[in-house]
């Protein structure tokens, strides 16, 4: 069991998506359909228990007294606002509010001279991740990813184990020869559920969460430091796929 595949979520690990730009991209859907909701940075922090933007807008829905109280009317509302919000998050995209976290672009470039295949599983829609991506790595992003395996193409988002598990199948990989790059507890849920090792990436929303199953956890692909269990790098820098090959043979070792 070698390492030949890296699965990427997406939100909080490619990019700090959550706090600068969906939640903000959902307070400018609210303006837009003149409701005085606003999403504090706290308060969206509590919906994230809630995956899928769609789910999460009707679970806070279910919370508010001033919100319709025919449950059809609340699907319609939570749909326009959906739909709307991505609209404005891809705008705040192409304007380039949401750069990629430092050390990500570095190591999937690194991943795909060294042959290793690579897949993106992640909750959000194809038209987020071409956004995002195609801001970030240009026109030819998908050149990198064998597998683009997104929220419109399971039955159930994670924690359900379904993109990991779709991606395996598209790219022709064993779970246990792949690695999974994370930062929530839902991700890390769904990746081990699927069979595949998982290393976490802190992001601003989930930087003190207890992740049950990870591999390694750590302050980003930016640094060496400060990862559990450490990089087996020496020198200071960014994490490496050695790196990552020694966290994910040390996932295949029975404790
Ligand atoms: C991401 C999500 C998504 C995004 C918003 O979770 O839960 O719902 O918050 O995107 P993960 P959509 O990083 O674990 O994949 O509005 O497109 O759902
Ligand atoms: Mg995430």
Aim: one cysteine or more; charged letters at 25%; a neutral charge.
């Amino acid at each position: 069991m070698s390492l030949r595949a890296l699965l990427w979520d997406v939100d909080g690990t490619l990019a700090e998506t959550e706090r600068d730009g969906h939640r903000l991209a959902f307070n400018d859907a609210f303006e837009a359909l003149g409701l005085p909701w606003r999403w504090s940075e706290a308060r969206y922090g509590e919906l994230l228990a809630v995956t899928g933007g769609r789910e999460r807008l009707l679970a806070d829905l279910a919370t508010r007294p001033d919100a319709p109280a025919e449950a059809a009317e609340r699907e319609a509302l939570a749909r326009e606002l959906h739909r709307r919000k991505n609209l404005a998050y891809a705008a705040r995209v192409d304007r380039g509010d949401l750069g990629l976290r430092e050390g990500v672009a570095a190591l999937i470039d690194e991943a795909a001279r060294s042959g290793l295949r690579q897949g993106i599983a992640t909750t959000t829609s194809r038209d987020n991740v071409q956004a995002l991506l195609g801001r970030a790595l240009g026109p030819g992003w998908l050149r990198h990813f064998g597998a683009v395996v997104c929220g419109e193409d399971v039955v159930a988002k994670k924690p359900d184990p379904a993109v990991y598990t779709q991606a395996l199948a598209r790219l022709g990989v064993a779970a246990a020869d792949a690695l999974a790059l994370e930062d929530s507890p839902a991700g890390v849920a769904a990746a081990r559920a699927a069979g595949v090792a998982v290393i976490v990436t802190r992001s601003v929303y989930f930087a003190d969460h207890a992740v049950p199953g990870a591999t390694a956890i750590g302050p980003g692909l930016h640094s060496r430091e400060g990862w559990r269990p450490a990089a087996v790098g020496h020198s200071p820098g960014r994490v490496t796929l050695d790196d990552l090959a020694a966290w994910h043979a040390a996932a295949q070792t029975p404790r």
